[in-house]
């Protein structure tokens, strides 16, 4: 077991593994690396990437989930309609939620400008490639993690937790990748119309603004939400 990895770190991280400083300290990214190893097979990518725990002293404990498990009551079938039928409801009102709205308008638009330009020269100007770069992570990645803070959001105010911190929570969490994520795309995007004096460009950085605004509106204490690793300078 690698005792130097960094908990939850992947659940607040771009997925940029190829630019990230802690590969070395991720357990997602070793179980990636470990599945392919093992010709796509997730369990055993999974076990050679983080082991099974084993006590120090001999014999195998009871592990945690199988004490859940045997604890665990099977739910009946009326239970099991009302938990599906809530979470169709939270997936609705999320989709019709502004900021999704907003958020889809950006990905297709960017899609399709993406879509519509050449590859840049082998001898483009670089901090146009390292923009366009951005642009293209980004522009499916926002949309992923801003889905996940309202949806996690609408969960939290349903099944409140009375110590559910307000600031070090899912949702919080979530929007702070999405808000860094527009932020770096509005000046790239600003970076690509001006060297190419593309106005569809321009509106792309005016959509971004106008989606981070909406974000940091919606999710006020998400810039102070701590990711682990990332805003952990002593680590
Ligand atoms: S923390 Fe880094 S290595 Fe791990 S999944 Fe995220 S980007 Fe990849």
């Not at 607040?12 to 300290?25: H, K, M, S």
């Not at 009102?93 to 840049?120: C, F, G, N």
Request: glycine content about 6%; hydrophobic content about 45%; proline content about 5%.
């Amino acid at each position: 077991m690698n005792t130097d990895r960094i908990d939850f770190i992947s659940a607040y991280c771009d997925r940029w593994c190829e630019r990230c400083a802690f590969t070395q300290r991720c357990s997602a990214y070793a179980c990636d690396v470990a599945t392919a190893m093992c010709d796509g097979d997730l369990a055993a990518g999974i076990e050679l990437a983080v082991g099974v725990p084993q006590p120090a002293g001999g014999g195998r404990e009871k592990a945690v989930g199988d004490r859940l498990l045997e604890q665990y009551e099977e739910p009946s079938a009326q239970e099991i309609a009302a938990a599906m039928e809530e979470e169709r409801a939270r997936a609705e009102r999320v989709e019709s939620a502004e900021i999704s709205q907003v958020a889809w308008t950006y990905m297709m638009l960017s899609h399709e400008w993406l879509k519509r330009r050449d590859p840049p020269p082998a001898d483009a100007d670089p901090v146009v490639r390292e923009a366009l770069d951005i642009v293209a992570w980004d522009s499916t990645l926002v949309g992923a993690k801003l889905h996940r803070a309202l949806l996690a959001r609408e969960r939290s105010a349903e099944e409140a937790w009375p110590d559910d911190d307000p600031v070090q929570n899912d949702a919080n969490g979530s929007a702070k990748v999405a808000l860094i994520s527009l932020e770096r795309s509005e000046s790239s995007w600003r970076a690509i119309a001006q060297a190419g004096r593309d106005a569809q460009a321009a509106d792309l950085e005016a959509l971004a603004a106008r989606l981070r605004a909406l974000v940091g509106g919606e999710f006020p204490h998400a810039m102070a939400f701590v990711r682990p690793g990332f805003d952990e300078p002593w680590r």
